[in-house]
């Protein structure tokens, strides 16, 4: 009894291993780092997880988790609060109807997929914030936070893969 | 949590979807709603926030503190490599400014003079918390930062907020022992401000960009790049005079102010607590001394 007790716990805790992954990488894209401008521009590191794990592991990012994941960075970043659940359950929808595309196929497709799917919403955060402060708001430094999340996404997949084959091979 | 395949579960699969679904839909619908509380400016929403950020600002003081490590490691080893340099720059600056003290002083003491034979009220006390930067905006929408201190420390909503070189914002958010603040380059930041030789007021209005607009001017205000601007004072939340930036660019479009503040560096900021007496509220700025934790030491 006590052996399924731990079996079970274990299995717990390395399931919410992507969540709690999301949560710190939401509180180190605030942690300021002192690079000029970087503030503006930094890659949203929890939309790039969201993103990941709604396709290889559903069960484990689930809509309710998109939500307060971006609940949580709102908190943090002080922007529009739901803007981010918004956009994080719009990533989670678009990765999981579309994940049969995705398993099992080279990596350069995943990339490409989040290439769309995160100009999508980076357009829409856009006309959003735009329509939430009503002014214009200027473009670039979305543009170019989008940029750096592409940059920087295939060193996360590439770590978030190590973890789902290590840690996360059973669940 | 994987799925268990089953006929119970081949048969519950539409049912699950539906629920999935209809789950998602309110969700998103949730967000949305959050989206138009937020905007309406609903007190619940912001109360949700301050608890939240409250809750998260001590869990990001200890994140920022290895990194805060690691940088100052690196800014030493950087000064290290242009030492001689630097305290050659130095001695020279110093006997520079040690002639200003000077200036400084007599200047000091001579209007002090002539406030007593005119009998002019002094500005009232400023007294500074200093407090840790523990977040930044961290994406394009917002440019506030996030501090450590909060109600409990004195800290209220509209106080200036101060790095060692000028002005950086405004308190937007309080909470027990965390606020936000609204960086002077923030779409909703207004500032009253003087050029500091004319003396012609406008406001500084942020707009998401590096640098704010000077906007409302007289027509006949004469303006040109370098000029300083300063905060006026008007409204009676922020001190007078406080350095802010220069003019950098006049154009048909408008005049652009570069702040003075280094946006890259801001570890610890001042908030200043200030009070006009008779004028303020001791809630929305208190100027009693006994009231904050860290007066007590």
């Not at chain 1, 401008?37 to 890659?43: K, L, M, Q, W």
């Given at each position: 009894?006590?052996?399924?007790?731990?079996?079970?716990?274990?299995?717990?805790?390395?399931?919410?291993?992507?969540?709690?992954?999301?949560?710190?990488?939401?509180?180190?894209?605030?942690?300021?780092?002192?690079?000029?401008?970087?503030?503006?521009?930094?890659?949203?590191?929890?939309?790039?997880?969201?993103?990941?794990?709604?396709?290889?592991?559903?069960?484990?990012?689930?809509?309710?988790?998109?939500?307060?994941?971006?609940?949580?960075?709102?908190?943090?970043?002080?922007?529009?609060?739901?803007?981010?659940?918004?956009?994080?359950?719009?990533?989670?929808?678009?990765?999981?109807?579309?994940?049969?595309?995705?398993?099992?196929?080279?990596?350069?497709?995943?990339?490409?997929?989040?290439?769309?799917?995160?100009?999508?919403?980076?357009?829409?955060?856009?006309?959003?914030?735009?329509?939430?402060s009503?002014a214009?708001l200027?473009?670039?430094?979305?543009?170019?936070?989008?940029?750096?999340?592409?940059?920087?996404?295939?060193?996360?997949?590439?770590?978030?893969?190590?973890?789902?084959?290590?840690?996360?091979?059973?669940? | 949590?994987?799925?268990?395949?089953?006929?119970?579960?081949?048969?519950?699969?539409?049912?699950?979807?539906?629920?999935?679904?209809?789950?998602?839909?309110?969700?998103?619908?949730?967000?949305?709603?959050?989206?138009?509380?937020?905007?309406?400016?609903?007190?619940?929403?912001?109360?949700?926030?301050?608890?939240?950020?409250?809750?998260?600002?001590?869990?990001?003081?200890?994140?920022?503190?290895?990194?805060?490590?690691?940088?100052?490691?690196?800014?030493?080893?950087?000064?290290?490599?242009?030492?001689?340099?630097?305290?050659?720059?130095?001695?020279?600056?110093?006997?520079?400014?040690?002639?200003?003290?000077?200036?400084?002083?007599?200047?000091?003491?001579?209007?002090?003079?002539?406030?007593?034979?005119?009998?002019?009220?002094?500005?009232?006390?400023?007294?500074?918390?200093?407090?840790?930067?523990?977040?930044?905006?961290?994406?394009?929408?917002v440019r506030?930062?996030?501090?450590?201190?909060?109600?409990?420390?004195?800290?209220?909503?509209?106080?200036?907020?101060?790095?060692?070189?000028?002005?950086?914002?405004?308190?937007?958010?309080?909470?027990?022992?965390?606020?936000?603040?609204?960086?002077?380059?923030d779409l909703n930041s207004?500032?009253?401000?003087?050029?500091?030789?004319?003396?012609?007021?406008?406001?500084?209005?942020g707009d998401n960009?590096?640098?704010?607009?000077?906007?409302?001017?007289?027509?006949?205000?004469?303006?040109?790049?370098?000029?300083?601007?300063?905060?006026?004072?008007?409204?009676?939340?922020?001190?007078?005079?406080?350095?802010?930036?220069?003019?950098?660019?006049?154009?048909?479009?408008?005049?652009?102010?570069?702040?003075?503040?280094?946006?890259?560096?801001?570890?610890?900021?001042?908030?200043?607590?200030?009070?006009?007496?008779?004028?303020?509220?001791?809630?929305?700025?208190?100027?009693?001394?006994?009231?904050?934790?860290?007066?007590?030491?």
């Amino acid at each position: 009894m006590s052996q399924t007790l731990a079996y079970q716990f274990n299995r717990l805790l390395r399931g919410s291993v992507p969540f709690a992954i999301t949560v710190l990488l939401a509180l180190m894209s605030v942690v300021p780092i002192g690079i000029s401008g970087y503030a503006i521009v930094t890659p949203s590191f929890a939309a790039i997880s969201v993103f990941y794990w709604s396709i290889h592991r559903p069960y484990l990012m689930g809509a309710p988790l998109c939500f307060v994941l971006g609940l949580l960075s709102d908190f943090l970043t002080g922007a529009p609060l739901g803007l981010s659940s918004f956009l994080y359950l719009l990533i989670h929808a678009i990765a999981v109807s579309q994940r049969r595309i995705f398993i099992g196929k080279a990596f350069v497709l995943t990339w490409f997929g989040y290439f769309l799917i995160a100009f999508i919403i980076a357009i829409l955060s856009w006309i959003i914030a735009c329509l939430y402060s009503l002014a214009i708001l200027p473009l670039t430094p979305i543009l170019v936070q989008y940029a750096l999340s592409l940059l920087v996404f295939p060193l996360f997949a590439w770590g978030f893969g190590m973890l789902q084959n290590n840690l996360l091979r059973l669940t | 949590m994987a799925p268990r395949q089953g006929k119970v579960f081949k048969l519950a699969w539409p049912l699950k979807t539906i629920i999935q679904r209809s789950a998602f839909l309110a969700l998103i619908s949730l967000a949305i709603a959050l989206l138009f509380l937020g905007k309406a400016n609903i007190g619940v929403v912001e109360k949700m926030r301050t608890t939240a950020t409250d809750f998260l600002a001590p869990i990001l003081a200890t994140i920022s503190e290895p990194v805060d490590a690691f940088h100052k490691g690196v800014a030493r080893v950087q000064k290290l490599t242009s030492l001689i340099e630097e305290n050659e720059r130095l001695r020279e600056e110093n006997a520079r400014l040690l002639k200003w003290q000077a200036a400084g002083r007599t200047l000091e003491q001579e209007n002090e003079n002539f406030r007593q034979l005119l009998n002019a009220l002094s500005d009232p006390l400023v007294l500074p918390i200093t407090a840790r930067v523990v977040g930044d905006s961290g994406g394009p929408f917002v440019r506030t930062l996030l501090l450590n201190a909060g109600r409990r420390d004195g800290v209220r909503v509209g106080q200036a907020v101060v790095a060692p070189l000028g002005l950086v914002g405004r308190i937007a958010e309080v909470g027990e022992r965390s606020a936000r603040v609204l960086l002077l380059t923030d779409l909703n930041s207004r500032i009253p401000v003087v050029m500091e030789k004319s003396r012609h007021k406008g406001i500084l209005v942020g707009d998401n960009s590096s640098s704010p607009l000077l906007d409302f001017l007289p027509t006949n205000a004469k303006v040109a790049p370098g000029d300083r601007v300063v905060t006026s004072g008007d409204g009676g939340m922020l001190p007078a005079g406080r350095p802010i930036g220069f003019v950098s660019s006049v154009t048909e479009r408008g005049i652009r102010v570069q702040a003075y503040a280094d946006w890259t560096r801001l570890e610890y900021v001042s908030v200043l607590r200030y009070d006009l007496p008779g004028m303020s509220s001791p809630d929305m700025n208190p100027g009693d001394l006994g009231e904050s934790r860290l007066d007590a030491k």
